[in-house]
């Protein structure tokens, strides 16, 4: 066994320095495009999620997306087939584990092929921290974090299989900083970030990329009520050097980088898409 696999590698180099030598080759290309490809949403029916399946799709793959609401992932799904891509629609607690489990599978069963999975789906609650109850914690934690690590731990052989694979997962600006009364939000999406770290590094032998994008302040339907008020509005968008809210689309460039075969070589980092607000140190712009 031992010589077999030693026999294996000595042909993987081989061929790497074969790659190497092409004329050119570090000269050519990587593709944004997405043809062939099959991608799973979760938080898929709304907001940044829908915003990235549309990307996606945009881009070329067929789309599964993934929420509890039944109602929204047909509307969603319509839109994805309206671009001419297939769409699965595949509701989906994310704070089971077996129906996390169950959705990949069942994506993968359909399509034949998992080839990115993004890790949208997410909850929050804006409150003082004196006020979170056990279940609060629970309830939090099991759909920002638990459900987005299981299902990349579903996913894993699957992508092997196929020689590799793209995970995205969904992150915050609370990745870098806090505001108050989001705390189990921040320590939900603090988890997530090291869990991109730490999946990307044991990943990488399978050549499957684990990345993260973290929003600052975007207008959608979950901060709907914040941002119709002028006087927050206003209160929130100071500190954006851009000087408006982020909308889903504007996801849509690191979605792709990530997704396609461009980001081969990127693992384990985190884009963020602010406005500036990081840079801007939390000053009036």
Same mark, same amino acid.
């Given at each position: 066994? #031992?010589t077999k696999r030693a026999g294996k590698s000595t042909k993987g180099k081989a061929k790497?320095?074969?790659?190497? $030598?092409? #004329?050119?080759?570090?000269?050519?290309?990587?593709?944004?495009?997405?043809?062939?490809?099959?991608?799973?949403?979760?938080? !898929?029916?709304? !907001?940044?999620?829908? /915003? $990235?399946?549309?990307?996606?799709?945009?881009?070329? *793959?067929?789309? *599964?997306?993934?929420?509890?609401?039944?109602?929204?992932?047909?509307?969603? @799904?319509?839109?994805?087939?309206?671009?001419?891509?297939?769409?699965?629609?595949?509701?989906? %607690?994310?704070?089971?584990?077996?129906?996390?489990? @169950?959705?990949?599978?069942?994506?993968?069963?359909?399509?034949?092929?998992?080839?990115?999975?993004?890790?949208?789906?997410?909850?929050?609650?804006?409150?003082?921290?004196?006020?979170?109850?056990?279940?609060?914690?629970?309830?939090?934690?099991? &759909?920002?974090?638990?459900?987005?690590?299981?299902?990349?731990?579903?996913?894993?052989?699957?992508?092997?299989?196929?020689? /590799?694979?793209? &995970?995205?997962?969904?992150?915050?600006i609370v990745f870098e900083i806090v505001v108050p009364n989001v705390a189990l939000y921040?320590?939900?999406? !603090?988890? $997530?970030?090291?869990?991109?770290?730490?999946?990307?590094?044991?990943?990488?032998?399978?050549? &499957?990329?684990?990345?993260?994008?973290? =929003?600052?302040?975007?207008?959608?339907? $979950?901060?709907?009520?914040?941002?119709?008020? =002028?006087?927050?509005?206003?209160?929130?968008?100071?500190?954006? #050097?851009?000087?408006?809210? !982020?909308? =889903?689309?504007?996801?849509?460039?690191?979605?792709?980088?990530?997704?396609?075969?461009?980001? %081969?070589?990127?693992?384990?980092?985190?884009?963020?898409?602010? /406005?500036?607000?990081?840079?801007?140190?939390?000053?009036?712009?």
């Amino acid at each position: 066994m #031992p010589t077999k696999r030693a026999g294996k590698s000595t042909k993987g180099k081989a061929k790497e320095r074969e790659r190497r $030598m092409t #004329p050119n080759s570090e000269f050519e290309m990587p593709s944004f495009r997405l043809d062939g490809r099959v991608a799973l949403i979760t938080g !898929g029916g709304r !907001g940044l999620g829908l /915003g $990235m399946a549309l990307a996606l799709a945009h881009a070329g *793959a067929d789309i *599964a997306i993934a929420s509890r609401t039944a109602d929204e992932l047909d509307a969603a @799904a319509g839109m994805i087939r309206a671009l001419g891509r297939q769409a699965l629609v595949v509701p989906t %607690d994310v704070g089971d584990v077996a129906a996390v489990r @169950a959705m990949i599978h069942r994506t993968a069963a359909h399509f034949g092929r998992l080839d990115v999975l993004v890790n949208a789906a997410g909850i929050n609650y804006r409150r003082p921290i004196e006020t979170f109850t056990e279940e609060d914690w629970d309830k939090l934690m099991a &759909i920002n974090l638990k459900g987005a690590f299981f299902a990349c731990q579903e996913v894993r052989p699957i992508m092997k299989k196929q020689g /590799g694979g793209k &995970i995205v997962n969904i992150g915050s600006i609370v990745f870098e900083i806090v505001v108050p009364n989001v705390a189990l939000y921040a320590i939900s999406k !603090g988890g $997530m970030r090291q869990m991109t770290r730490a999946l990307a590094l044991e990943y990488a032998a399978d050549r &499957i990329n684990v990345n993260a994008i973290a =929003p600052g302040r975007f207008w959608t339907k $979950m901060t709907d009520a914040f941002f119709s008020v =002028p006087e927050l509005y206003e209160s929130a968008v100071s500190v954006i #050097p851009l000087g408006r809210p !982020g909308r =889903p689309a504007d996801l849509a460039g690191a979605t792709v980088l990530l997704a396609s075969e461009a980001s %081969d070589y990127i693992t384990g980092q985190t884009i963020y898409i602010d /406005g500036g607000w990081l840079i801007n140190g939390g000053v009036k712009a």
